[in-house]
């Protein structure tokens, strides 16, 4: 592993990012902008006064920088350059070069061009790593976050193998995590814990039971799974979440409790080639008396995460989709008329060959009584 070092100003940091040089968006890290105003106005007020300001760690690849640490920090520069908050109200003026200058209650497009300068001028040190393995980032990343409040599924994302972390991957970066979860839980990777979740109770089966989301049982299923991730499964799970997005009004909402045993029903509806239209009405019918379904909310106080809650979640759902209703009876009908038209065309083909045969023995039988 390389690691360089370089002071960066600020404003060729921000024509980076617009043209993509710099990416937030990395499998490792958290969502962007998870930062309050005031935090976000204590950095630019740091920049403007010269203070030092944590490092940002990227990884370099394919001539583009990934960020695995300082998200954070790039995100509101990105924000503070684009109008999107002002400085905190209560911010002192600056000094630069002997003038003071007055700064509180601004964006950035109100700020005196000299001040503008100043922050376009103020770095920021960057780390690149090249010549990596994904070890080497996965151990970086742990390193650099192991004194910070992270949540379960951000601590268990470095401990993932490169497959299961690309599969977590592909399964958030589906557009229903963004219009079913809210922008707090998308901020605390409320996803990626319903797509390992998903991925549990799908690989769940009559020799593994992973019917259980505490912290050691994910442990346990990563330590599992890492070298068995099925690329068709994941294909599977990413059409089954894309379909049941399809199937709910755009401003539906679904308790998070309930998201990963809902995309694993709609797994099993896909796989086992069920209707999923009548699926869909399940789940609306589900949704629609969820605050009547008194059985259903008990269960909940006795703690979502435990073996218990989960297997309640499980089989509720397991019984809703193997009700004999939802299986798709075009599909049956088509089956039976291709097996029915197989067997009609095998006894013709053996009913002509065998007057193809009686036919010739006749001729010959006749040929050799005339003879």
């Not at 996965?138 to 951000?154: A, D, V, W």
């Not at 963004?178 to 996803?191: G, W």
Request: glycine share 2%; with cysteine.
């Amino acid at each position: 592993m390389k690691v360089s070092r370089e002071n960066c100003p600020v404003k060729p940091l921000i024509g980076k990012m617009k043209r993509e040089k710099i990416v937030l968006k990395h499998k490792l890290q958290r969502r962007e902008s998870v930062w309050s105003n005031p935090n976000k106005s204590l950095l630019i007020d740091s920049l403007l006064r010269g203070y030092i300001v944590p490092p940002v760690y990227t990884i370099s690849e394919d001539g583009v920088q990934y960020v695995i640490d300082g998200v954070q920090r790039l995100s509101t520069l990105k924000g503070f350059y684009n109008d999107e908050f002002a400085i905190s109200k209560k911010a002192e003026p600056v000094i630069i070069e002997g003038a003071e200058y007055n700064i509180a209650g601004m964006k950035f497009s109100k700020l005196d061009q000299v001040v503008k300068d100043e922050l376009d001028s103020s770095a920021i040190t960057v780390y690149e790593i090249t010549k990596y393995t994904d070890k080497d980032v996965r151990e970086m990343f742990r390193r650099l976050n192991s004194g910070k409040p992270l949540n379960t599924s951000q601590k268990l994302t470095p401990d993932m193998s490169d497959e299961l972390s690309d599969a977590i991957f592909d399964i958030v970066s589906l557009p229903f995590f963004e219009k079913r979860l809210t922008s707090a839980q998308l901020k605390s990777s409320v996803d990626q814990s319903i797509a390992l979740e998903t991925l549990m109770l799908c690989s769940t089966n009559k020799d593994n039971d992973f019917a259980s989301f505490s912290g050691k049982d994910k442990e346990n299923f990563i330590e599992f799974y890492n070298d068995k991730v099925e690329p068709e499964k994941i294909e599977v799970i990413k059409t089954a979440i894309n379909k049941l997005d399809e199937s709910l009004e755009e401003d539906v909402k679904i308790p998070k409790t309930s998201i990963s045993v809902l995309c694993f029903a709609a797994y099993r509806i896909c796989k086992d080639k069920k209707s999923f239209e009548k699926f869909a009405l399940k789940v609306s019918e589900f949704l629609a008396t969820y605050d009547d379904n008194t059985e259903y909310k008990t269960n909940l106080m006795n703690g979502t995460n435990s073996a218990e809650s989960v297997r309640f979640r499980l089989d509720y759902w397991r019984n809703i989709i193997t009700v004999k209703d939802l299986k798709n009876s075009r599909l049956t009908t088509l089956i039976f008329c291709n097996n029915l038209y197989k067997l009609i065309e095998q006894f013709c083909n053996h009913y002509w060959k065998c007057l193809y045969i009686a036919c010739n023995l006749c001729a010959i039988l006749l040929l050799l009584f005339f003879l």
